[in-house]
T-cell receptor, first 114, second 113 residues
Framework: AQSVTQLGSHVSVSEGALVLLRCNYS??????LFWYVQYPNQGLQLLLK??????LVKGINGFEAEFKKSETSFHLTKPSAHMSDAAEYFC????????????FGTGTRLTIIP | GAVVSQHPSWVICKSGTSVKIECRSL??????MFWYRQFPKQSLMLMAT?????????EQGVEKDKFLINHASLTLSTLTVTSAHPEDSSFYIC?????????FGSGTRLTVV
């Protein structure tokens, strides 16, 4: 069975500071990994995804994540936080992309301090 | 890109009534639709998987007679919450897999009073 663990349900950073949101996965097969952002009362928007190509994945809005198999991690980073980054972030894993379901982490609420 | 249109975005209903939520794939054919439920400040929990033309597959603990899922065409999947109760109040989101990703509806906030 697959699972993801997001360390830290709440993360606060100052505007302009580094954002680091942690995600560790467990999978019996090579995983497909995703980061999504959710604003209040809205659906999920894809930030980036890892699908066994480059281990450093660049996404939208300046976010990136690095797949580290040895650490079973897929942490999300952004060099400089912006007020508009305040939202809920979900890491998710799937066996493949097609008809396989996504398994989500518990989410991390990011707060930006002015 | 692929878009899933979900309606209504919010609904308030009386206890004991039924509510239907629709998800339409606008520019692609969705043979599969995943239905998630999200309680406040919690993650998304998969309720069921629907496949066009066949019965939905429900996750353990989800009442199939209460949450009726229909996927009658390649562009429409519906979730009907029957005999709704206040504990069914939640945020419901549908999602369809595409060639390389998943596309999500905008969600439905259901409040049962």
């Amino acid at each position: 069975a697959q699972s993801v663990t997001q360390l830290g349900s709440h993360v606060s950073v100052s505007e302009g500071a580094l954002v680091l949101l942690r995600c560790n996965y467990s999978s019996s097969v090579p995983p497909y990994l995703f980061w999504y952002v959710q604003y209040p009362n809205q659906g999920l928007q894809l930030l980036l995804k890892y699908t066994s190509a480059a281990t450093l994945v660049k996404g939208i809005n300046g976010f990136e994540a690095e797949f580290k198999k040895s650490e079973t991690s897929f942490h999300l980073t952004k060099p400089s936080a912006h007020m508009s980054d305040a939202a809920e972030y979900f890491c998710a894993v799937s066996d493949s992309v097609g008809n396989e379901k996504l398994t989500f982490g518990t989410g991390t609420r990011l707060t930006i301090i002015p | 890109g692929a878009v899933v249109s979900q309606h209504p975005s919010w609904v308030i209903c009386k206890s004991g009534t039924s509510v239907k939520i629709e998800c339409r794939s606008l520019d692609f054919q969705a043979t599969t639709m995943f239905w998630y439920r999200q309680f406040p400040k919690q993650s998304l929990m998969l309720m069921a998987t629907s496949n066009e033309g066949s019965k939905a597959t429900y996750e353990q603990g989800v009442e199939k007679d209460k949450f009726l899922i229909n996927h009658a065409s390649l562009t429409l999947s519906t979730l009907t919450v029957t005999s709704a109760h206040p504990e069914d109040s939640s945020f419901y989101i549908c999602s369809a897999p595409t060639a390389s990703d998943y596309t999500f509806g905008s969600g439905t906030r259901l409040t049962v009073v």
